[in-house]
């Protein structure tokens, strides 16, 4: 090629095309990967609680009372089974459950795993509350930790009491709807599990990566670099093996390291519970969503001291 003055230039060749992927295709496939719906018999959302066991028991007492477990339901009455159904709406029941550790979970964490369809609590048996539970699409907390490393034979045992409401009130079709005075609820789940923190720490880890390539701007190549770096990890991933989960984990912690450089901003974020006095439900329950609210908080900060968190309410 003639430059200027006759000198010659070197020749320019186009840049090579660069082969980007079918991003909804690949987006799909690491959403599927860690789905709790879709092929949870070979993913690696059905690898995190890797074995179970059902609790030694679980009796029942119906009560009307909040937060006080009458000193005639102490231990139960009858005897419950996963499927059995219990209301109606806004009506309180208690369950004393009693477990020990087989021993193939010994050196697991293990927890007990709790769905009632509704809000409940975790009381000890000296009736302190220890933890809220709830299941509702987006806001499942159906986990309570019992021990980090089980001994064989270890032997536990808690009150729960169970709120016949779901998190945002009892509408009868439809959230701000009068409350359907008939509800119930069924016991789909009470038993011990191992949980793999490994395990879980990649799923948060695709999680993120998966939000950051769905919801940033294509335009920005943040999105596709965090679409490649998921896509990588599934590659690398070997379901059931914790040792590749944590190879994988290192593979995110490189990406999440990455910098923009000297002018980038710091966020902060903090954990925020907001309950209204009296909004989809009475007050007597606002005074028991708190106490799940801030028990389960209180149990967080003590894993995670560097735990900032904010309650608020509007002007009664």
């Not at 987006?27 to 059905?46: M, P």
């Amino acid at each position: 090629m003639q430059g200027l003055g006759g000198a010659q230039s070197p020749a320019r060749h186009p840049l090579p095309e660069v082969n980007v992927k079918f991003k909804r295709a690949t987006l799909e496939r690491v959403e599927k990967f860690i789905s709790d719906t879709y092929f949870t018999d070979v993913n690696l959302r059905g690898r995190l609680y890797p074995d179970k066991e059902p609790v030694t028991s679980i009796k029942h007492h119906g009560s009307t009372e909040r937060f006080q477990l009458p000193a005639e339901a102490q231990g139960g009455r009858g005897a419950v089974k996963i499927g059995d159904s219990f209301g109606l709406t806004w009506a309180t029941h208690w369950f004393h459950v009693v477990m020990v550790m087989p021993e193939r979970f010994a050196g697991e964490e293990v927890r007990l795993r709790w769905n009632s369809g509704c809000e409940a609590m975790v009381y000890s048996m000296e009736h302190e509350p220890l933890q809220g539970l709830t299941e509702l699409g987006g806001h499942e907390r159906t986990d309570f930790i019992l021990s980090r490393s089980a001994l064989a034979g270890q032997r536990f045992e808690f009150n729960i009491e169970m709120a016949c409401n779901p998190i945002f009130g009892a509408g009868d079709n439809g959230m701000i709807n009068a409350p359907d005075p008939s509800r119930s609820f069924a016991l789909s789940q009470c038993e011990l599990a191992v949980f793999d923190r490994d395990c879980a720490a990649l799923l948060h880890d695709l999680a993120l990566l998966v939000d950051m390539a769905a919801k940033m701007d294509d335009r920005w190549p943040r999105s596709y670099q965090a679409l490649y770096a998921a896509n990588d990890i599934v590659n690398a991933c070997r379901v059931g093996d914790r040792k590749s989960y944590r190879r994988c984990h290192a593979m995110a912690a490189q990406f999440f390291e990455q910098r923009n450089g000297a002018s980038q901003l710091t966020l902060a974020a903090m954990g925020n519970c907001h309950i209204d006095c009296a909004w989809l439900w009475t007050y007597e329950e606002t005074v028991r969503k708190c106490a799940r609210s801030i028990a389960s908080t209180i149990r967080l900060m003590d894993d995670y001291p560097e735990l900032s968190f904010v309650c608020s309410q509007v002007d009664c």
